[in-house]
C-alpha cells in the first residue's frame, strides 16, 4: 500500500474513532476539535512557562534582566541536575488535570503531556543520549498499577527518538509521599533511597541524561536522583517535568 493510502487510512479510522469517542478537552473534558489539547474555557488559564527564567532550575522570572541568569535559589544551593524544565504551572488552574493523571488512571493524557514537554525540553533531548522517569518503589507500582513518569518518558522517547530506559533508577525503599511534607522533610524523605537498577549496570560512561516527572515540587526527588545517575557515571543531568511549583522564594539575583 502506497503511503499515501496508508495515511488516508489512517485518517479515516481516526475519523472513525471519533466519531464513537469525541476527542474531549484534557482538563475538562468537554468535547473538542483535535485530541490531546486544552478547550477554550481551559486554555487561558493555564500559567505556561516561558522565558525568562532561572537558567538552571527554570523558575519563571517576571521581567527579562539577561541572558543565563540564575535564581537565589540555585545561586545559593547548586542543583545535582543542570536545567530543569516544565510545560506551565502547578497552581489551581492545572492541579486537578495533574493529580488526576497521577491518581486517577488518566493515562490516556500521556501522550498530549508528551508533546507540551517534547516542545518545552526540546533543546535538553536534543542533546541527551538517555531518557530516564523518576521511579516509583515497586510496593506503589502495583497499587497503582502504572508509572505516570515512565509513561511520559516512553512517550517522550517516541517524539526524540531517544531511548527510554523506564527502570534505570530503582527506590530501594517505600517513602512516605512527599504531598504536606515541608521542604527539609521532603529532602530527608528522599535522601539516599535511589540506586541504579542492578540489572541496568551499563549506563553508559558520560551518558547524558534527562529526568523525567510529573511535577516538580521543591526539587528535593530529581535532585536525589540526579546525585544517583552523576555518581554511576553519567556526564550530566537535566530533568523534564509537566509541571512545576512557582513559590515566591526562588526570586532573581
Ligand atoms: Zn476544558
Ligand atoms: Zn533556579
Redesign the pocket.
Known amino acids: 500500500m502506497s503511503i499515501s493510502a496508508t495515511r488516508l487510512l489512517n485518517q479515516l479510522q481516526k475519523t472513525a474513532l471519533d466519531a464513537v469517542f469525541p476527542p474531549g ?6 468535547p ?1 476539535d483535535t485530541a490531546g489539547n ?2 477554550a ?3 487561558p488559564d493555564m500559567t505556561y512557562i516561558s522565558a525568562p527564567f532561572c537558567e538552571t532550575c527554570g523558575f519563571p522570572f517576571e521581567y527579562n534582566a539577561g541572558n543565563g541568569l540564575v535564581c537565589g535559589a540555585c545561586l545559593k544551593q547548586p542543583p545535582a541536575y543542570t536545567r530543569a524544565r516544565a510545560v506551565l504551572k502547578y497552581d489551581t488552574a492545572s492541579r486537578d488535570m495533574v493529580l488526576g493523571y497521577k491518581h486517577a488512571d488518566q493515562t490516556n493524557r500521556a501522550p498530549a503531556f508528551a508533546n507540551w514537554m517534547y516542545r518545552a525540553g526540546e533543546k535538553l533531548l536534543r542533546d541527551c543520549d538517555i531518557i530516564c522517569p523518576v521511579p516509583l518503589h515497586h510496593r506503589r507500582l502495583i497499587q497503582r498499577r502504572f508509572n505516570q513518569s515512565a509513561l511520559l518518558a516512553c512517550e517522550l522517547s517516541k517524539l526524540s527518538g531517544k531511548p527510554a530506559i523506564p527502570d534505570l533508577i530503582i527506590r530501594k525503599r517505600p517513602t512516605r509521599s512527599q504531598g504536606g511534607l515541608s521542604a527539609k522533610a521532603r529532602l530527608r524523605n528522599v535522601q539516599g533511597v535511589f540506586e541504579i537498577n542492578p540489572a541496568r549496570r551499563e549506563l553508559p560512561e558520560n551518558a547524558r541524561i534527562v529526568l523525567v516527572d510529573d511535577v516538580l515540587t521543591t526539587g528535593a526527588t530529581v535532585n536525589s536522583c540526579s546525585k544517583t545517575l552523576l555518581s554511576a557515571g553519567a556526564a550530566n543531568v537535566d530533568v523534564l517535568t509537566f509541571s512545576r511549583v512557582v513559590r515566591a522564594t526562588n526570586t532573581a539575583i
Open positions: 478537552c484534557i482538563n475538562c473534558a468537554e473538542i486544552l478547550c474555557q481551559c486554555w
